[in-house]
């Protein structure tokens, strides 16, 4: 059974960062791509970055420099490293994980307000 669960999400001020987890098991992780998404209330959910097995990274342009993801197979976790945060950040935002099938976890709220 394949989970996926992210962790890291909280309030933070304008300006600063925050890192989200995204935890997996029952996969083969190191052949999977993981994608991070989120979703602001009454919108859609929006991709914000994605790493492959190759560990080859893309982003939207509008946050490339601001949000960094990485990956550690030795620990199946990936991670959004979000820094200089802004309201409009404001979200919750869910791991994707690509491998055979669609994984997603039950998203981390994260809240970025002074």
């Known amino acids: 059974q394949v989970q996926v669960v992210e962790s890291g999400g909280g309030l933070v001020q304008p300006g600063g960062s925050l890192r989200l987890s995204c935890v997996t098991s029952?996969?083969?992780?190191?052949?999977?791509?993981m994608r991070w998404y989120r979703q602001a209330p009454g919108k859609q959910r929006d991709l914000v970055a994605s790493?492959?097995?190759?560990?080859?990274?893309s982003y939207p342009d509008s946050l490339r420099g601001r949000f960094t993801v990485s990956r550690d197979n030795t620990k199946n976790t990936a991670y959004l490293q979000m820094d200089r945060l802004k309201p409009e950040d404001t979200a919750v935002y869910y791991c994707?994980?690509?491998?055979?099938?669609?994984?997603w976890g039950q998203g981390t709220q994260v809240t970025v307000s002074s």
């Open positions: 790493i492959g097995a190759d560990s080859f990274r």
């Open positions: 994707n994980a690509q491998w055979v099938g669609d994984y």
């Open positions: 029952g996969m083969n992780f190191r052949n999977a791509a």
